[in-house]
Every structure is written in C-alpha cells, then in structure tokens.
C-alpha cells in the first residue's frame, strides 16, 4: 500500500504464461483483460493448465522509489483456448520457481534505467 506522501508517477502491470517446458510468454494488458472477462480466447492454450505470473511495477515521484509486486495464479483453458479456471498455484502444477520469478520481474523492469533500480 502506497502512504498518504508518496505518488505513484506510473504503474505498469505486465502478464506472463510459465510454460511447462520452461518457456515465458508475455501478453498485453488488453489481451489479460479479454482473456479474464471471457471475451478473448487464447487457442495456442486450449485444453492446457499453467502457471501465469502478474508483475506489477509502481514508480513513485517523491520518494524516487520503484515498488514490484508479484502474484501467480494456476489458470486453465476449455477446449477453445477461453480461460475455464483461475485459483492458487497447486503443486501438482508446480511452483513459480525463483528463476521463472527473477526472470519475468527483470523483464518487466527492463526499461528502467540501470542506475534507477536498487534491489532489497
């Protein structure tokens, strides 16, 4: 939660597919809201449970902070590639692992500058 001093400048959420052969798919903002509302369909996915990781990323003007909050979730498609199920990741479907994790989040950080970012 941001304090009553600190102002968000820019908040950026970027969604991602973990894929269970290691791979990461990025999709935008508008395709995670179709997808989420039913209204879109994702057909590469039908018939098909995986792990999906939201990065949110907020930059602050006063405080010259940048905050990161993830969330993962265990998402599965019906058989035309429409989002069926969304609930907390099972471990049958296996864990975000902390390289899957690192690597979205400095993908969603990679256009910040360099300097900018100071890691706790």
Known sequence: ML????KPVS???RHFILMPDGGIREFTAEQAARVAAG???M???ADRSLRY?????????EEEDIKVATAGAAIKFDHDGRLAEAGPIDMSD???NS????TCVQWA????PAGSITYH
Do not use: D, Y
């Open 3 to 6: 304090s009553s001093r600190a």
């Open 11 to 13: 908040t950026q959420t």
């Open 39 to 41: 209204a879109g369909k």
């Open 43 to 45: 057909p590469e996915f």
């Open 53 to 61: 990781l939201q990065i949110t990323v907020v930059e602050e003007e």
């Open 94 to 96: 296996g864990p975000i």
């Open 99 to 102: 390289f899957e994790h690192e």
């Open 109 to 112: 950080l990679r256009e910040l």
